[in-house]
Nanobody, 116 residues
Framework: QVQLVESGGGLVQPGGSLRLSCAAS????????MSWYRQAPEKEREFVAH????????PYSNSVKGRFTISRDDAQSTLFLQMNYLAPEDTAVYYC?????????WGKGTLVTVSS
């Protein structure tokens, strides 16, 4: 079955960096559009970035543009999110997502806390 498992979250100081990973299985990863979303405490889940199957199309939300980079390793069926210049407002649970046959599939998320 479809599985998405995020990792790499943790506690980081403002200005620091983290790299999130999402290990995918159970579907054709290399032909799937993959996305990162996040949900801060008491807020709605929001789009962060997505990457097309070719990797050529990578739109970002305005709040992370220029600081975060999404990428993928099709050989390893893994999605990444490199996060630089982190700020307290980036504190959230980060989720990866794909859509297959019109159905959304989500991982369980990984918590990123930005605090001094």
């Amino acid at each position: 079955q479809v599985q998405l498992v995020e990792s790499g979250g943790g506690l980081v100081q403002p200005g620091g960096s983290l790299r999130l990973s999402c290990a995918a299985s159970g579907f054709a990863f290399r032909s799937s559009l993959m996305s990162w979303y996040r949900q801060a405490p008491e807020k709605e889940r929001e789009f962060v970035a997505h990457i097309s199957p070719s990797g050529a199309n990578t739109p970002y939300s305005n709040s992370v543009k220029g600081r975060f980079t999404i990428s993928r390793d099709d050989a390893q069926s893994t999605l990444f999110l490199q996060m630089n210049y982190l700020a307290p407002e980036d504190t959230a649970v980060y989720y990866c997502k794909t859509i297959l046959g019109g159905v959304d599939y989500w991982g369980k998320g990984t918590l990123v806390t930005v605090s001094s």
